[in-house]
């Protein structure tokens, strides 16, 4: 799952101008799919139907690498309990099959997957990334590696999805260049079938491989989505990359990438539901420097923690707003937080040592406030009135099993550009200032900041209108009956 930088400027400056007009257009209120608003006068009347809390919860995954060295070593005393504290339930890696790990790590690492699960009840996304799987008939063309799965039943328990082969447009092309498309689409085709014909993992959902350039430019043609029949028929969910990086400011913010490049899903996904099953932001601070005869100001450009942290709030909302299935941030650890001058050696929610970045904070947090008890749940659409700052004001709506909302707001874009990369400098934040009308008052109104803390930093009662200042991160009310 090796980062690589998006060096495809054609695309990239062909499509700035659709988030620059996304900037300047009228000032609005941007609500979540299958909401109604209407323009008052000042004022913006909204009414939502939420989302079950347990939905966001059950979006958010992060990568990791098992079989790293440094994985490895430090999985009883970070990777476990970092995973434990973070509450979350979907990671992603590679197939532990024994031809793809050194013999010696093969049964430690499926024993690590197995004690995630039984312990924290964490599934896995397995996914290819060995070129194993290309040099070899069997794995390539009988999808053998599956039968890591078939003799073990609490392996196969740990089973979230499997995966295609990951970036083949990066990985297959730098081998074969000049078949990596017909051989992309082999893989997946037989991890589909072989998958489907195996009982042992009947109702095993498939992912489609991860195009990086999934695209069609003259200069760089979408070959994979060219062949027919449509490699769609061979996965339950489509899957895309969308690092938001480039050469701008505005292009860090959460989702921008994605909706520069929406419009070159439809050959690929062919309505089938999506993932991101990669996204993120890295950390090191000497990597692509703006003053370097190397720049490339495509590529990732540093962000400081506070300022990841920031972004990562409202990243997972972002995506599920888009309608992703699930959202795997990358990654969970730095390879090695020592290292400023490597990117993919940064990426991580924690570093090295176990010590956490604010991303962390940020995603734990919200997750153990939306975290529910399971059960069914009926929910009510909210109709509630927004005065004041609301241009660009982002908005997702949540509801518990017990009935109380939680309404997530945050800033859009240009407000919520939080960070000046070529002077990296964290920018100020501009405070948007609103009040919310309901149409009754509910016994207790909370707000929470989840970058900061999981404690409520106001608490109100038997109120019906509340003052807020959205700020350029995640702040969540709730909403007691």
């Known amino acids: 799952m090796k980062k690589t930088p998006l060096l495809y400027t054609t695309l990239l400056a062909a499509l700035a101008t ?89 049964d430690l690492i499926k024993n690590r997957f197995i004690k995630l699960y ?10 290819l990334d060995s070129r194993k799987v290309v040099d070899s008939l069997n794995l390539r063309d009988d999808a053998a590696y599956l039968s890591i799965f078939k003799n073990s039943a609490r392996l196969r328990q740990t089973i979230q999805h499997l995966e295609g082969f990951n ?39 498939i992912v489609n491989t991860s195009l990086v350039t999934y695209w069609s430019l003259p200069s760089k043609p979408n070959k994979v989505a060219a062949i027919s029949p449509s490699i769609s028929n061979y996965c339950d969910y489509i899957n895309f990359h969308t690092y938001d990086s480039g050469s701008s400011n505005w292009k860090m913010f959460p989702g921008t990438y994605f909706d520069l490049t929406k419009g070159f899903f439809p050959p690929i996904q062919n309505g089938k539901p999506f993932m991101i099953t ?54 969970l650890m730095d390879q090695n937080s020592n290292d400023p001058n490597n990117s993919e050696n940064n990426f991580g929610l924690i570093h090295t040592d176990g010590s956490v970045k604010p991303a962390f904070t940020a995603i734990k947090n919200t997750i153990d406030l939306l975290k529910d008890v399971s059960g069914s749940i009926t929910l009510a659409p909210l109709t509630y009135t927004v005065a004041g700052d609301t241009t660009n004001l982002r908005t997702l709506l949540f509801q518990k099993n017990t009935g109380s909302y939680y309404l997530a707001l945050w800033q859009g874009q240009p407000a919520g550009v939080n960070y000046d990369f070529k002077n990296f400098q964290d920018l100020p934040d501009d405070v948007q200032n609103i009040s919310i ?22 608490t109100s009662t038997h109120i019906s ?5 959205v700020p350029d991160q995640l702040l969540i009310v709730e909403l007691q009956p």
């Open 18 to 106: 659709l988030l620059f007009s996304c900037k300047t257009e009228k000032p609005s209120i941007v609500d979540p799919q299958n909401n109604q608003s209407k323009a008052l006068s000042g004022q913006v009347q909204i009414t939502q139907t939420p989302l079950a809390a347990s939905d966001f919860v059950n979006s958010v995954g992060v990568n990791v690498h098992l079989r790293f060295p440094i994985y490895k070593s430090r999985f009883d005393d970070v990777v476990y309990p970092s995973l434990k504290t973070l509450g979350i339930k979907n990671i992603r890696d590679a197939v532990p099959y024994h031809a793809f790990i050194p013999s010696a790590d093969t």
């Open 118 to 127: 039984e312990e924290l009840g964490i599934k896995v996304s397995y996914l």
């Open 167 to 205: 970036e083949p447009d990066l990985t297959i092309n730098s081998w074969y260049p000049n078949g990596w498309d017909t051989l992309t689409y082999k893989i997946q085709k037989a991890l589909y079938t072989r998958a489907h014909a195996m009982p042992e993992l009947a109702g095993i959902r």
């Open 278 to 331: 990669e996204i993120g932001y890295e950390n090191a601070r000497n990597y692509n420097l703006p003053t370097s005869a190397e720049y490339n100001a495509n590529a990732y450009h540093y962000l400081s923690e506070l300022s990841s942290g920031k972004y990562y709030s409202v990243l997972f909302m972002e995506q599920l707003k888009r309608g992703a299935v699930k959202t795997y941030a990358y990654e």
């Open 437 to 458: 009308t309901f149409p009754h008052s509910f016994s207790v109104v909370k707000t929470y900041q989840p970058l900061s803390s999981v404690n409520a930093i106001t």
């Open 465 to 469: 209108t509340l003052a807020l200042g």
